[in-house]
């Protein structure tokens, strides 16, 4: 198996950072390899988050994963927001740095959604070029994650997947591959998942995302609210298989339950590492 492009540690088996769960965490310590906060909870907040957050940071690694960078859009690229993510990694020694291959607004609007992008040559060129100025200002890789999607454009010329390792390849950033995005997107566009997976250039990916969804029987939702559905595991054993062991963490960002739940559903993928692990011994 390829390690990743970059050498970044795989750090086992994470949880996202939430409010509900700091005063678990802080008392108990529990046995988890790091976690993830939401960059944007942190970026314009002070008090108890970040006084939460240091400590937090003390005892456990952590990545950062955002929402806002907005690669794809065609604004300016919002260098004083660059700045803000920079000084928090750098406040909390962030293993990386994550956001999505979408776009989240236009002409200064946030959206607060992550829309998705054209596949074609077009936007390939202007999205890499963003990606390239983007790195070259926080002084590290960015690592971007492929989005869920309800609709694709008429003018795609390539499947999102091709879009997603050309990208990768040509800008040299790293990739958070979510497989449950992966499935639901699959579903909603009546691709093959597998065929997605066989195609991601495995040393570019630097983490794993897991995460539950809604079934609406014509269509699925991305609402992190819920178990890892079974065809998603089966999944994620294929993508280890193909890329290889990599940090892994498991999104509940809505209903959320208390933290052993969210715990005991993030520890079901070491049953996977562990299957991987040996048949790569």
């Not at 539950?212 to 065809?231: A, E, F, K, M």
Request: hydrophobic share 40%; glycine share 6%; with cysteine.
């Amino acid at each position: 198996m390829k390690p990743n492009r970059w050498g970044f540690e795989d750090l086992g088996l994470g949880i996202g950072l939430r409010t509900t769960h700091f005063t678990h965490i802080l008392r108990e310590n529990p046995d988890v390899g790091f976690f993830e906060i939401l960059t944007e909870n942190y970026l314009d907040t002070g008090g108890r988050p970040l006084f939460i957050l240091d400590q937090v940071a003390e005892r456990y690694p952590i990545v950062m994963h955002g929402v806002s960078m907005s690669v794809g859009s065609t604004d300016p690229i919002n260098f004083g927001y660059l700045d803000k993510v920079k000084a928090l990694a750098e406040r909390t020694k962030a293993r990386w740095v994550s956001d999505h291959v979408c776009w989240t607004g236009v002409v200064g609007r946030n959206t607060h959604d992550l829309l998705p992008l054209p596949y074609n040559e077009e936007t390939l060129r202007h999205v890499v070029s963003r990606i390239r100025t983007i790195q070259d200002y926080l002084e590290r890789p960015l690592v971007l994650e492929n989005a869920s999607t309800y609709l694709e454009f008429v003018p795609s010329s390539m499947p999102e997947w091709e879009f997603i390792a050309r990208m990768a390849e040509e800008a040299d950033c790293g990739l958070l591959f979510d497989v449950n995005n992966v499935y639901v997107s699959a579903f909603n566009h009546g691709f093959d998942p597998v065929e997605y997976i066989d195609n991601i250039p495995g040393d570019r990916v630097c983490h794993y995302h897991l995460a539950g969804h809604t079934h609406c029987g014509t269509h699925i939702l991305d609402t992190h609210s819920d178990y890892v559905v079974d065809p998603v595991w089966e999944l994620f054993g294929h993508t280890i298989k193909q890329v290889g062991l990599r940090a892994t963490l498991l999104e509940w960002d809505a209903n959320i339950p208390p933290f052993e739940v969210v715990y005991n559903e993030i520890m079901k993928a070491r049953t996977w590492r562990e299957q991987e692990a040996s048949h790569a011994a």
